[in-house]
């Protein structure tokens, strides 16, 4: 059952067993993302965060977008920068570093920020019709949220820069190609699957999985030495949990492991 956690007109947060779904709710602006937006998305990526019940968190929008970017209504010379920031920095960070696994599940357009939301995510699934658009420069801005950072990592810095300077939109499938996106499945199938594979992990060694994304995060930014290091330190502090006996035990019964995340 369903246990509605934080609910507000422009946000939907459910938590369905060990997984936290946020959904974008301003399908009338393609959900655009004004102040109340944008609060309510700290708000619910920092409940995700700190809910110890919530092992796998899920990003998504209502209506046919994602995310068609900041509200532009809402842009003018002299727009508080520093509160923007600070709310949407947190975002991208929570979803980047949380120890838990985050899945962006890209149900149409994402343009702006919302592309920056779902890069942050640790996995994202589109649907045909889902479109990546950086398209700053049409509006006479530099990229932000981190994209100069997120995009090149995946794509390269000269396919980056063609979408920066250009501001064309990157396709479903060029973008699975490309290794944007890890699959694109059908319109009808994408809530279904990434909640298959949602559950799945829910149902993991939420501990290791931190871990895991601890590791490849920390290895983006250093030396083969250092991740080496790094993977074997947290190595050793998964051997004394819980989670790791009954893994093992499993394994040896020939049985399906049941964690705890102990």
């Known amino acids: 059952m369903a246990e509605s956690v934080a609910e507000a007109r422009v946000l939907d947060y459910q938590r369905q067993g060990g997984v936290a779904w946020i959904r974008l709710a301003r399908p009338d602006k393609m959900n655009a993302i004004d102040t ?44 508080a920068v520093a509160d923007v920031r600070a709310d949407l920095e947190g975002v991208l960070g ?24 779902a890069l942050a995510c640790d996995l994202r699934y589109a649907v045909p019709e889902a479109s990546f658009i950086e398209a700053f420069v049409n509006i006479g801005l530099t990229v932000d949220g981190g994209a100069t950072w997120l995009l090149p990592r995946l794509v390269g810095t000269g396919r ?6 250009t501001g064309r939109p990157l396709g ?32 993991g060694p939420s501990l290791a999985l931190g871990a895991i994304k601890r ?23 998964q051997l004394e949990r819980e989670d790791f006996a009954e893994g093992a035990r499993a394994f040896l019964e020939k049985r399906a492991p049941r964690f705890r995340g102990r």
């Open 160 to 165: 980056a820069l063609e979408l920066f300077y």
């Open 172 to 203: 479903a499938e060029e973008a699975e190609r490309w290794g944007v996106v890890n699959r694109v499945v059908a319109a009808g199938e994408l809530e279904a699957t990434v909640r298959e594979l949602a559950e799945r992990l829910a149902a």
């Open 215 to 237: 590791s490849v995060n920390f290895a983006l930014g250093s030396t083969f030495e250092e991740a080496v290091d790094f993977e074997f330190q947290l190595q050793g502090v």
């Open 94 to 117: 929570r979803l980047r570093t949380m120890p838990k696994p985050t899945i962006a599940a890209v149900n149409g357009v994402a343009a702006g920020i919302g592309v920056s939301l």
């Open 36 to 79: 109340a937006l944008r609060r309510a998305l700290a708000a619910a990526t920092r409940d995700a965060e700190r809910d110890p019940e919530v092992r796998v968190v899920v990003l998504t929008g209502s209506g046919r977008a994602f995310c068609a970017g900041a509200d532009v209504g809402e842009l003018r010379a002299g727009t």
